[in-house]
């Protein structure tokens, strides 16, 4: 009987394997889904005549799925993470994908022009934390190098840090949130970001 | 009229970096305290700024954006990107940045042989890339370390070290040595008003993604002058600066 239940375990494991194995690189997600979006905005009618509904609704579909925003708010909030209530950080978090997405969905529309060249992965095999690096070429421009930090979550590979020209989103965000957060607590930290994201902040 | 804003932009950063310096080692506490000491004063000269900005600036640069064609804005960013790009390739040698020395030298040939002195960027067409190295860079490349953080207004962000270099950089030409007066004021006004031009799409990314813009600007600008200056592999005592 043990010997059928270790059999069936093994049968099941050389099944999932290859699964395992052809999950997809990080860097090779980063190019993919890249390409698909400039392509998206390069060819999409209603995306360049701006219409807002829909450059948010390709950021919805094609962009979050590969975002880990819990990480990336829990990075940003640093030692206030953990002082925050679960329903304070599931609200941190709602409020700071809102804001991101308001952000890219302003500036999705300047990567028309320009050209992509993805960058070589330096990483271990086995790595589960990677940065994807990736240059952005503007003509008659400096190229700006935008860089992804990753995680491996569930099997995937998620986005948890997008870092332009140097400058790291989070490591912005964690003086910002810092500041409110001395000031008026969580809980004016949250309202400060539900009340930009309404747009009655400036 | 434009240009003698641009002076006012250099008395102004002068006098702040005076200020700094023979400020010494003022403390106060906070988080960013080590890297800007002086943030009630940079924040009350970051409003005046927006003030400023707001009312005379921005008006003037959107209708340069909206009326004046690409290809004409092009060639004045061109110009003076050129006259950059020698700087550049300067400052750059003297840090021992060989590599970006050697892009920048070439992109200054071709652009100004082939690109009629500089007004078409034939250089970043033939993949050359702009190295974007300065004075503050160069001290920076020598030890000397960015000292407090500094808004100056009409300015923008800067620290003691790039402050320093940015009023070496126009005390070493090339517009300084323009002997008629008009003719220099309208130089600077122009390399000015470019220069507020390029960044319009940052002010709008601020605006949008910014919750306290002030916070905002310091952190992005001190991570990005660290990350040219150590060519993206940032020390991490010097990441939280």
Redesign the interface.
């Known amino acids: 009987m043990r010997y059928v239940v270790r059999l069936f375990g093994f049968v099941l494991g050389a099944a999932l394997a290859p699964l395992a194995m052809a999950q997809e690189a990080p860097d090779a997600m980063v190019k993919r889904v890249t390409l698909e979006v400039v392509g998206i905005i390069k060819s999409d009618p209603k995306v360049q005549a701006g219409d807002q509904a829909r450059i948010r609704e390709v950021i919805e579909s094609k962009l979050l799925p590969h975002f880990d925003f819990e990480r990336m708010t829990a990075l940003a909030m640093g030692r206030n993470w953990r002082t925050a209530t679960p329903e304070q950080q599931k609200q941190l978090v709602d409020q700071f994908r809102t ?1 991101l997405v ?2 890219y969905s ?2 999705l529309n ?1 990567y028309r022009d320009q050209t992509f060249d993805f960058k070589p992965l330096r990483a271990e095999p086995n790595a589960s934390d990677v940065i994807v690096k990736t240059e952005v070429q503007r ?5 700006v ?1 935008l860089d992804y930090g990753m995680t491996k979550k569930d099997g995937a590979w998620k986005v948890y840090d997008v870092i332009v ?4 989103l989070v ?3 964690r ?6 957060v ?1 000031s008026g607590g969580i809980d004016g930290l949250i309202k ?2 539900t009340a ?1 994201n309404s747009g009655a902040a ?1 | 009229m434009k240009g003698s804003w641009a002076a006012n932009a250099r008395r102004l950063l002068l006098a702040g970096a005076l200020a700094a310096m023979l400020g010494g080692c003022a403390t106060t506490s906070g ?2 305290s080590q890297a800007d000491p002086y943030e009630p004063w940079n924040r009350s000269m970051f409003e005046v700024h927006q003030a400023i900005d707001g009312t005379f600036i921005r008006p003037v640069v959107q209708a340069y954006i909206d009326y004046v064609p690409a290809p004409v804005r ?1 060639v004045v ?2 110009f003076f ?1 050129n006259i950059d790009d020698l700087f550049s390739a300067l400052t750059a040698l003297a840090s021992g940045r060989n590599d970006s020395a050697g892009h920048d030298l070439g992109r200054v040939i071709v652009n100004t042989l082939a690109g009629f002195g500089g007004l078409i ?1 034939v250089a ?2 033939a993949g050359i ?2 190295g ?1 190295w300065d004075y503050g860079l160069m001290f920076g490349a020598w030890g000397i370390p960015q000292g407090p953080y500094l808004f100056v207004p009409l300015w923008g962000p800067t620290t003691v070290r790039d402050g320093t270099g940015a009023v070496a950089r126009a005390f070493t030409g090339p517009i300084s040595f323009v002997s008629d007066v008009p003719t220099r004021n309208i130089l600077y006004g122009m390399a000015v008003g470019d220069a507020r031009a390029q960044a319009e ?1 940052t002010y ?2 601020i ?6 813009k002030y ?2 600007i ?3 600008y001190l ?2 002058r ?3 200056l150590y060519d ?1 592999k ?1 020390p991490p005592e010097k ?1 939280e600066e």
Not at chain 2, 207 to 212: E, L, N, P, Q, T
């Open positions: 804001l308001r952000t302003g500036a300047q003509s008659g421009q400096q190229p190098q020209g140097g400058v790291s490591t912005n965000y003086d910002e949130f810092n500041a409110q001395q400060t970001l930009k400036k | 988080p960013m092009d960013h061109n990107s960027d970043s067409s890339p702009k974007g799409p709008d990314l605006d949008k993604a910014a919750i306290d916070t905002f310091r952190r992005s991570q990005r660290n990350y040219i993206g940032v990441e």
